[in-house]
């Protein structure tokens, strides 16, 4: 049973979170007082950040980008899945309706997901997730297995998974749709070293991936 000492210790650090919050809201109106007011009239955000759920990931601060910058989704492994239909409800509201310009699917390395989906240990209802990362592995295995660094080969996955997502996103009708009216957004392919706090561009070439694809997987005529 938790402690008197315990309980105290929860309730300085919520306290906290909403003193930080005045700090937080202070720094923004000392610089710009109608900062908020401004921002509660819309958004406009230029990017769209897809990323893991992984509280050391903390997209505005490794941006450096203000709120209203950034729209973003997070989900295990930054992973951009056909049936998950909330994930694609904001990628289709970002590009229709938000008209982003860049679209950014941002994994990390010390990625716990992907950890997890190169094991053989079940995991109860997250099996089904972990698999999409495994079927990232199996479409990319002779690759990986030619790596024989675990540590390497766990950070070559990381990044192969980023760019199977990105794939994921140009495979939908909405983007292809986007990008044969001129309007689509631009799509990246990140991930953020954590023990550096750098971020890194694994430079994914998306227009030359929709021409590859195109045979396949182009439905819009």
């Known amino acids: 049973m938790p402690t008197t000492k315990h309980y105290h210790i ?6 906290k979170v909403f ?3 005045r700090k937080w809201i202070e ?4 610089k710009k007082p109608d900062f908020f007011e401004h921002l509660a009239k819309g958004q406009s955000p230029e990017f769209l950040f897809i990323s893991c759920a992984d509280s050391r990931v903390p997209v505005n601060n490794i941006m450096g980008l203000d709120p209203g910058e950034v729209f973003v989704h997070r989900n295990v492994a930054n992973l951009v899945v056909n049936t998950d239909m909330n994930i ?10 938000l008209k982003v310009k860049h679209v950014v699917v941002c994994g990390h390395y010390n990625c716990g997901g992907v950890a997890a989906a190169m094991g053989n240990q079940s995991l109860g209802l997250i099996d089904g997730w972990l698999r999409e990362i495994r079927d990232v592995y199996r479409l990319h295995a002779a690759e990986l297995d030619a790596i024989e ?7 070559r996955l990381i990044e192969l998974n980023v760019f199977e997502q990105c794939n994921n996103i140009l495979k939908t009708e909405y983007f292809q749709k986007s990008h044969a009216d001129g309007g689509a957004p631009s799509v990246h392919g990140w991930v953020f070293d954590i023990s550096k706090g750098e971020l890194i561009d694994l430079d994914y070439d ?3 991936q929709m021409d590859r694809m195109k045979s ?3 439905i819009n005529g």
């Open 10 to 15: 929860m309730n300085e650090t919520y306290r």
């Open 19 to 21: 003193e930080n919050n």
């Open 27 to 30: 720094s923004h109106t000392s």
């Open 88 to 97: 694609h409800s904001v990628i289709l509201y970002a590009i229709m309706h």
């Open 149 to 155: 660094d675990e540590g390497a080969r766990y950070n």
């Open 206 to 208: 998306y227009k030359g």
């Open 216 to 218: 396949i997987y182009d």
